[in-house]
């Protein structure tokens, strides 16, 4: 059986190695929310949000932390902290034993707790997005449209350098070294002859938007 460990002090790790020890579970992640209470909405814990995704990426089926309060006090809080979990594919479980308080079963579906699980919902997809793009920006993998100053590569998947465009973007830079405006700058391209992907000449934004990017 795997694991995800859900901290809330940094010293409730050891506990935890020694009942994976002794249940012969493999801790495959370690999450910490250290300065939050146990009434924190789920939503608003980086930590807990860590240890969802990486249930499912690690395939664990537990999320353990030391002790029930380490989760939470709140009945509420409770029910979206294990409705979350078996979405990702696991149960909660604790060190020592102790449960989760457990709330009556209209609390369930109230407004209030309609309202905090589709918050925990957005927050996840968000995580999700920013997880899958940071990987393909890592690959070096086309995120949305093409940066100025690079165009696909043959596979249509990488990126690779436009030199006509990084030509562009290294006499902008050089213009806004010696005092230009940004506006000074589009005037002396548009002189030159030199035109945006469009066709036109590249305007003040778009110097900008490659100054930002220097």
Same mark, same amino acid.
């Given at each position: 059986?795997?694991?995800?460990?859900?901290?809330?002090?940094?010293?409730?790790?050891?506990?935890?190695?020694?009942?994976?020890?002794?249940?012969?579970?493999?801790?495959?992640?370690?999450?910490?929310?250290?300065?939050?209470?146990?009434?924190?909405?789920?939503?608003?814990?980086?930590?807990?949000?860590?240890?969802?995704?990486?249930?499912?990426?690690?395939?664990?089926?537990?999320?353990?932390?030391?002790?029930?309060?380490?989760?939470?006090?709140?009945?509420?809080?409770?029910?979206?902290?294990?409705? !979350? %979990?078996?979405? /990702?594919?696991?149960? #909660?479980?604790?060190?020592? $034993?102790?449960? =989760?308080?457990?709330?009556?079963? &209209?609390?369930?579906?109230?407004?209030?707790?309609?309202?905090?699980?589709?918050?925990?919902?957005?927050?996840?997809?968000?995580?999700?997005?920013?997880?899958?793009?940071?990987?393909?920006?890592?690959?070096?993998?086309?995120?949305?449209?093409?940066?100025?100053?690079?165009?696909?590569?043959?596979?249509?998947?990488?990126?690779?350098?436009?030199?006509?465009?990084?030509?562009?973007?290294?006499?902008?830079?050089?213009?806004?070294?010696?005092?230009?405006?940004?506006?000074?700058? !589009? %005037?002396?391209? /548009?002189?030159?002859? #030199?035109?945006?992907?469009? $066709?036109?000449? =590249?305007?003040?934004?778009?110097? &900008?938007?490659?100054?930002?990017?220097?």
């Amino acid at each position: 059986m795997r694991a995800v460990a859900y901290l809330r002090a940094p010293n409730q790790r050891e506990f935890i190695a020694q009942w994976a020890e002794r249940h012969a579970v493999e801790v495959v992640g370690w999450e910490l929310d250290e300065s939050l209470t146990g009434e924190t909405p789920i939503a608003e814990r980086p930590g807990l949000l860590a240890a969802y995704a990486s249930i499912r990426e690690r395939g664990a089926g537990l999320l353990v932390a030391a002790n029930a309060e380490a989760f939470t006090r709140d009945e509420l809080v409770s029910w979206l902290i294990e409705r !979350a %979990a078996l979405e /990702e594919g696991a149960r #909660i479980t604790t060190a020592d $034993g102790s449960a =989760l308080p457990r709330p009556a079963p &209209a609390v369930g579906y109230t407004r209030q707790a309609l309202d905090l699980a589709a918050a925990y919902a957005r927050v996840m997809h968000r995580h999700r997005i920013r997880t899958a793009l940071a990987e393909r920006r890592s690959r070096g993998l086309r995120i949305g449209n093409v940066a100025y100053g690079f165009r696909l590569a043959a596979d249509g998947k990488q990126l690779e350098a436009n030199p006509g465009e990084q030509d562009v973007i290294a006499l902008v830079k050089t213009l806004a070294a010696e005092g230009l405006s940004q506006r000074a700058i !589009a %005037a002396s391209l /548009e002189l030159r002859g #030199i035109k945006g992907r469009t $066709g036109a000449p =590249l305007g003040k934004t778009q110097v &900008a938007t490659i100054l930002r990017g220097r």
